[in-house]
């Protein structure tokens, strides 16, 4: 039996648009794209935010997708960009065959075979059907600023669509821990 208890965590925020100005949140999740990817962010985004740790997302479409060749896009995405090994990566697997914990298991052996540490996303109807890898990120979207409450979850997108100033963004929160682990803010 799980209870609930005091977890040292940090609020982000996410968004298919980059807002300008940033909203409020000590982190946020980048989109590097994927075949489902509504779209990448591009450069003037990606700037925007690199005063921030980051969380790269990629959206691919397990059934249809070369989990192999999804990793290798992701890979050189990641290259590109400079995003160190060590730092968390993360699979949107709410966007094709679903839960599809080969596909999962097979792209981000892949990732992690050059350095990179694997989060998992998705709904809690999904998400828990996919292996852990590094932890989950779980979509439960109650609009109230929670973690959800289940083994290896290490972050939580708690409210969809919320207006800021420049945009609309989802809210999450991540375990302090996880946040140390993203791609950090060149020193």
Same mark, same amino acid.
């Given at each position: ?18 807002? &300008? ?11 590097? &794209? ?14 925007? +935010? ?12 397990? &059934? ?73 990120? +779980? ?24 207006? +800021? ?23």
């Amino acid at each position: 039996m799980w209870t609930p208890g005091y977890v040292d965590a940090r609020e982000g925020w996410d968004a298919e648009f980059c807002p &300008g100005p940033l909203p409020s949140g000590g982190w946020c999740m980048v989109y590097a &794209g994927g075949s489902s990817a509504s779209r990448a962010w591009d450069e003037a985004e990606l700037a925007r +935010v690199a005063h921030v740790p980051r969380l790269p997302v990629w959206v691919p479409t397990p &059934g249809s997708d070369d989990p192999a060749a999804a990793a290798a896009e992701f890979g050189g995405w990641l290259r590109g960009y400079k995003v160190p090994a060590g730092a968390h990566v993360m699979w949107d697997m709410e966007t094709g065959k679903e839960p599809d914990p080969k596909w999962c298991a097979a792209a981000a052996d892949a990732i992690r075979k050059e350095g990179w540490l694997n989060l998992v996303y998705g709904s809690v109807s999904v998400v828990f059907g996919q292996p852990a890898r590094d932890g989950y990120v +779980v979509a439960n979207p109650t609009g109230q600023l929670h973690m959800y409450g289940a083994a290896n979850v290490r972050a939580t997108q708690y409210a969809f669509n919320v207006a +800021v100033a420049g945009g609309h963004v989802d809210l999450d929160v991540m375990a302090a821990d996880l946040v140390r682990q993203l791609w950090q803010p060149a020193a």
